[in-house]
């Protein structure tokens, strides 16, 4: 891309600029690029795709300065003076204009240095890069490019004709730009000269139509398109996330996977490059805060190859994928999950629901999850409650355990020595130390009736029914807790089919309800993350910075 925009800034220059001048000016790019380069590497910077992103969007710009200085140059030789007078002259004349403009130009990016969140993490090397290559550029304007006018610009001999130039390229070079620019002159500039005389008699309805213009512009942004921060492009991984009933043998959920992977094969080598399947987690990264451990979760990773190689984007297999796959018996949810190539950094929505028990959240999180599945656009709405084993519970009671002579701890030691074993004794075998470990037989162990028979020996060497000083229950655990601000937390994220919807539009939809549902649970509070949270950060810091640049361009000018 880079290559292409220099070349096409090149070949510009000839059309409106005679050759010899358009070498001139084309000199200042390279000098510019190699300087900031230079300075980039001496300050720690890399070549990367967001510091190549800086150097295309300057390439354009750089020649600017030159060009303006060279011209003024060219027009002082054309009065007769001669060319070191007017490489002098021409650029005394036109130093402030040209500093002013290359200030606000770098005043336009300096905002961007002090942007703050993912966005403004990404895109702080782009003004770097452009301030430096302008610098540069501005130092290559007023110091180097002086001397080159003063020693290539031949003034122009009255009469002169093509045919006096012996070398055949220059002369064919000269032929060429010296069509272009008469037709620049005779037939460009004539036409430019009757609309600006036609625009400053009409003075009036032009401006009028200028505002209508940016109105319409205003107007058409704001209700016809659709606004997306960060457009999901360029992805080449994605997820496929299961979820079975828990206590799940892990050789069971691997069994239930296998439709999904003959559907992932089935996309083909052109598209598809590799997958692999994981058992037992769903983790995006090793960082991941999300991570779910247990058999019941499984995910398979899709590689895909790199998008100019395919006809479809990665969102147009994963919407194929629903379709195909639908939802597998046996499996209690399935979902799918990109890997975004920049910001942002969470799900295109992301709600979080906070209480002070889960009790109080889990009612308020399934209307959220009903009203969000109704959405339009909005899909694999799910939420981050994962329920744990079934468990079996012993609740002591204290009047009883202190009447009986014994202990919470005396209790626990107990049924662990049962159930997982106590080592009582070791026996010396030649080299080898032989641990003895009593506990229950297995078959009293996977028995929950054991529980109850078991006796417990007190202070006085008395056995005691655990069922005389306790009450054994069964209930379900939790595999993980979420903590945000010191209050029990359920995170609720949902995916967007951008061809119907936007996250932007999804989030607004969804504060419309929220205030609705939390009226009804009083104790819960909502806050809003993911592609909501980060593009709310990003929009804000963007206006401050457009604040910030108007605002120095504007005491630049004065």
Avoid at 27 to 34: D, K, N, V
Avoid at 55 to 69: E, R
Avoid at 101 to 109: G, I, K, N, Q, Y
Avoid at 413 to 437: H, M, N, P, W, Y
């Amino acid at each position: 891309n880079l290559l292409i925009g220099l070349a096409l800034v090149l070949l510009m220059l000839p059309l409106m600029i005679p050759f010899r001048f358009s070498l001139l000016i084309a000199l200042g790019e390279p000098f510019a690029f190699l300087g900031t380069i230079f300075l980039l590497h001496n300050t720690g910077y890399s070549i990367n795709l967001i510091s190549m992103l800086g150097l295309i969007i300057v390439s354009g710009i750089l020649v600017d300065d030159s060009i303006v200085v060279t011209e003024n140059a060219v027009r002082i030789v054309e009065e007769g003076h001669d060319p070191t007078t007017a490489a002098i002259e021409g650029t005394l004349q036109i130093m402030a204009p040209v500093t002013a403009s290359v200030l606000c130009t770098a005043t336009a990016f300096l905002p961007m240095l002090f942007m703050s969140g993912i966005f403004g993490k990404f895109v702080r090397e782009i003004p770097i890069v452009v301030i430096t290559a302008l610098a540069v550029s501005l130092f290559e304007t007023f110091f180097i490019l002086p001397a080159h006018v003063a020693h290539w610009i031949k003034p122009v001999k009255k009469g002169a004709k093509f045919s006096d130039i012996e070398n055949p390229l220059t002369r064919a070079l000269s032929r060429f730009t010296g069509w272009t620019m008469r037709l620049w002159d005779q037939r460009a500039v004539p036409v430019y000269l009757t609309w600006l005389k036609a625009s400053l008699k009409h003075r009036y309805l032009v401006m009028i139509g200028g505002i209508a213009l940016t109105v319409g512009t205003l107007s058409l942004a704001t209700m016809g398109m659709q606004f997306v921060l960060f457009p999901p492009e360029g992805v080449e991984i994605f997820f496929i996330q299961t979820q079975a009933p828990t206590g799940i043998p892990l050789e069971r959920h691997l069994e239930l996977l296998k439709p999904i992977e003959e559907k992932v094969k089935a996309i083909g080598p052109k598209e598809l490059q590799d997958y692999v399947t994981y058992v037992g987690i769903i983790q995006q990264d090793p960082n991941d805060p999300n991570t779910q451990r247990g058999s019941e979760f499984a995910q398979v990773i899709v590689y895909l190859t790199p998008e100019q190689s395919r006809s479809r984007t990665a969102n147009q297999i994963m919407d194929a994928l629903r379709i195909a796959v639908g939802k597998p018996p046996g499996l209690t949810h399935l979902s799918y999950a990109r890997v975004n190539t920049g910001p942002p950094t969470g799900k295109p929505v992301s709600i979080g629901l906070r209480a002070r028990t889960y009790e109080e959240i889990l009612p308020a999180v399934k209307a959220v999850k009903d009203r969000l599945a109704a959405l339009p656009g909005v899909r694999d709405v799910s939420d981050s409650y994962v329920p744990g084993k079934e468990e079996i519970r012993i609740r002591v009671n204290p009047s009883e355990m202190a009447a009986a002579q014994l202990s919470v701890a005396g209790i626990g030691t107990t049924v662990r020595a049962a159930f997982e074993g106590q080592i009582a004794t070791t026996i010396q075998q030649l080299d080898d130390e032989l641990k003895v470990r009593v506990s229950l037989p297995s078959e009293n162990r996977s028995d929950s009736q054991s529980l109850e028979k078991l006796t417990i020996p007190n202070a006085f060497g008395n056995l005691i029914p655990l069922s005389r000083v306790a009450r054994i229950e069964k209930a379900t655990g939790l595999s993980k807790y979420m903590h945000e601000q010191n209050r029990r937390q359920i995170k609720i994220t949902a995916d967007v089919d951008l061809k119907i919807s936007t996250a932007t539009q999804a989030n607004a939809q969804a504060r419309k309800f929220m205030d609705e549902i939390l009226s009804k649970y009083p104790g819960v509070s909502a806050t809003y993350g993911g592609e909501d949270e980060d593009t709310t950060e990003s929009l804000a810091a963007l206006g401050r910075a457009f604040i910030l640049a108007v605002m120095g361009i504007f005491l630049i000018l004065i």
